[in-house]
């Protein structure tokens, strides 16, 4: 079962989302997202977008190893 969110959630695992916008304007791709912040809407489809999380990884400033 793959957690899906939309623009105004918060993310809860930074990582690589795969981005499924209103597809007569764009085609799926991925972007990463940072763990604090909210989904945003897209600049052309609004608050259509839908984010899957295709691999979480944390980021390195919220990593034991790394941050200050
Ligand atoms: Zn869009």
Same mark, same amino acid.
């Given at each position: 079962?793959?957690?899906?969110?939309?623009?105004?959630?918060?993310?809860?695992?930074?990582?690589?989302?795969?981005?499924?916008?209103?597809?007569?304007?764009?085609?799926?791709?991925?972007?990463? *997202?940072?763990?604090?912040?909210?989904?945003?809407? *897209?600049?052309? *489809?609004?608050?259509?977008?839908?984010?899957?999380?295709?691999?979480?990884?944390?980021?390195?400033?919220?990593?034991?190893?790394?941050?200050?």
């Amino acid at each position: 079962m793959t957690a899906v969110y939309k623009p105004g959630d918060t993310v809860e695992r930074s990582g690589i989302y795969r981005v499924i916008h209103d597809r007569n304007h764009a085609s799926p791709h991925e972007v990463t *997202c940072v763990y604090g912040k909210q989904f945003p809407p *897209c600049n052309h *489809c609004g608050g259509h977008p839908r984010f899957e999380l295709v691999r979480a990884a944390q980021h390195i400033e919220h990593n034991d190893h790394f941050k200050k």
